[in-house]
């Protein structure tokens, strides 16, 4: 069970990256990092300074960065200089944190999975395709940079677009969508050179800054998931049910069973199906055929089935491929009550009539009429 710990009761406390990665345990910790060791021969020590630390989950503490990141940024034999993290990144991080959780300095909040779970890391974006929130092509991303980044759009007549970052809504697993249709990103960022940080400071973006990191505390790091198609209300029922839940909301809501179980939260949203992440530590994935979803009341979603099928039913190591979710698809329990509906309609157009006869009964009646 998650927990707040102050620092003090950290050491010896077992260390992970956002990957699930084991960056070994705490040695100490200082006013500004915490110093953990990895392996017992070769040993590998690792220097983070608090404010990537995400929480604690009751039995480990979780940074922020991926265990690639650390070692680029934190491995070393000897404590670092302030001055080699002070970076404006990171004042963001603080202020964020600061802000999230007034007491960071003198305790470790609670772990919360959603809070950490980010989709692609910004150096990870170049090369993605980039559309805005009316679906319309802008180009692939080219670089980026601390406030911005940079799409070029063809390869003739090339555009450029300096698009700021807490402009950008999300990453679907295909493309990055901004927040902002084309004609404003036309309007407001296409240039042919990079912007001044002055154009940055402006109260409309600072108050979009501020919703963004309110939403996603970890945009800092990287771009959050969000669902195919965003804002849209998508018919998947193969017996034509349409389901009016706004996809792109219910990411890191929590899934729910009719056990009135809660079985983790919406990690991914695939065409037929979605992904529950459950556990931390051990974890387990369930690819549920959307025909399972019952309803969505705005802060969490419910299956419609119970904990125990679900798990045993729909826990994968890997996506399973389509026609095994199609199979699954059609056993959920809306088929089962359309159906009988169906075999009902069917009946009325033959008038049948069954009556219950009691065999003694009519012996007994028969009888009494001979005499």
Do not use: C
């Not at 003198?106 to 890391?121: E, F, G, R």
């Not at 911005?148 to 007549?157: A, C, R």
């Not at 219910?250 to 983790?264: C, F, L």
């Not at 065999?359 to 009888?367: D, F, G, M």
């Amino acid at each position: 069970m998650s927990d707040i710990i102050s620092w003090d009761k950290a050491i010896g406390k077992k260390v992970k990256s956002s990957d699930d990665k084991d960056l070994g345990k705490v040695e100490s910790i200082t006013l500004d990092y915490i110093q953990t060791k990895e392996g017992m021969v070769s040993k590998t020590y690792y220097f983070i300074p608090k404010y990537h630390l995400s929480g604690y989950d009751g039995d480990k503490l979780w940074v922020s960065l991926t265990k690639d990141e650390v070692k680029a940024k934190f491995e070393r034999e000897s404590a670092p200089e302030p001055s080699e993290w002070e970076t404006q990144e990171y004042t963001e991080r603080r202020t964020t944190i600061t802000r999230q959780h007034p007491d960071f300095a003198t305790n470790i909040p609670a772990y919360k999975p959603s809070s950490d779970m980010v989709q692609l890391s910004w150096d990870k974006i170049i090369g993605k395709k980039v559309k805005s929130s009316d679906k319309k092509d802008l180009g692939t991303a080219e670089s980026v940079a601390t406030e911005y980044i940079e799409v070029k759009e063809g390869m003739v007549s090339k555009k450029h677009y300096y698009i700021p970052k807490y402009y950008i809504q999300g990453f679907d697993g295909d493309s990055l969508y901004t927040s902002l249709i084309k004609d404003e990103i036309k309007d407001r960022f296409e240039r042919d050179s990079p912007p001044s940080p002055s154009e940055s400071q402006t109260p409309e973006y600072q108050e979009q800054v501020r919703q963004v990191e309110s939403a996603h505390p970890q945009f800092v790091h990287g771009v959050p998931f969000m669902a195919k198609e965003p804002s849209t209300e998508i018919s998947v029922d193969y017996s034509g049910t349409t389901y009016n839940i706004p996809w792109d909301q219910i990411i890191h809501k929590h899934a729910r069973t009719t056990d009135k179980v809660e079985i983790g939260y919406v990690e991914r949203i695939g065409n037929e199906f979605i992904v529950v992440r459950e556990g931390v530590s051990n974890v387990h994935i369930y690819y549920i055929p959307k025909t399972y979803i019952r309803d969505y009341d705005g802060s969490q979603l419910w299956i419609d089935a119970p904990s125990g099928l679900v798990r045993s039913k729909f826990e994968r190591e890997t996506e399973p491929p389509i026609e095994e979710l199609r199979a699954m698809a059609i056993e959920a329990p809306r088929y089962r009550r359309v159906e009988p509906q169906m075999q009902r309609k069917e009946e009325t157009d033959t008038v049948m009539v069954e009556t219950d006869i009691d065999l003694e009964q009519s012996s007994t009646e028969k009888n009494t009429e001979r005499a």
